[in-house]
């Protein structure tokens, strides 16, 4: 049984309607608190009006804020020790080069399998909250 207080949040920015969906299905079918943001403004003004999320799960390519401008304002912004993991999220055929530009901290080749995005997870959230 799953409780409010053991859920673990994740945030997920992402432009494309098909794949925030199917992410936020998804991750709440495994019990997680899922949050939404249509670019990385939305992802920035969700992370001033609320407790950090343990996990960001993050699109490159988006209009009005891109990944890269996001990950900019969120160093800025927050605090390292505040600051929750960031998985970049990409279609680029180097999708590890766009991480580390990012300077996120994990990445996730799109288009990427459960199997992968539950790895991810556990690496960085320990095992998950079902
Ligand atoms: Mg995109």
Redesign the pocket.
């Known amino acids: 049984m799953i409780t409010k207080n053991t859920q673990k949040t994740i945030l997920v920015i992402?432009?494309?309607a098909d794949?925030l969906f199917s992410l936020k299905t998804y991750l709440e079918s495994e019990g997680y608190q899922v949050v939404t943001a249509e670019n990385g403004e939305g992802g920035i003004n969700f992370l001033q009006k609320n407790p950090m999320p343990h996990l960001i799960l993050l699109?490159?390519?988006?209009p009005v804020m891109?990944g890269w401008e996001f990950s900019e304002h969120y160093r800025k912004n927050f605090s390292q020790s505040l600051r929750a993991p960031v998985i970049v999220m990409t279609?680029a055929a180097d999708a590890e080069a766009r991480a580390r530009e990012a300077q996120a901290n994990g990445w996730l080749g799109k288009p990427f399998s459960l199997e992968e995005i539950t790895a991810q997870l556990q690496k960085f959230l320990g095992t998950h909250p079902g």
Do not use: P
């Open positions: 992402e432009d494309e794949i699109d490159m390519k988006m891109n279609a």
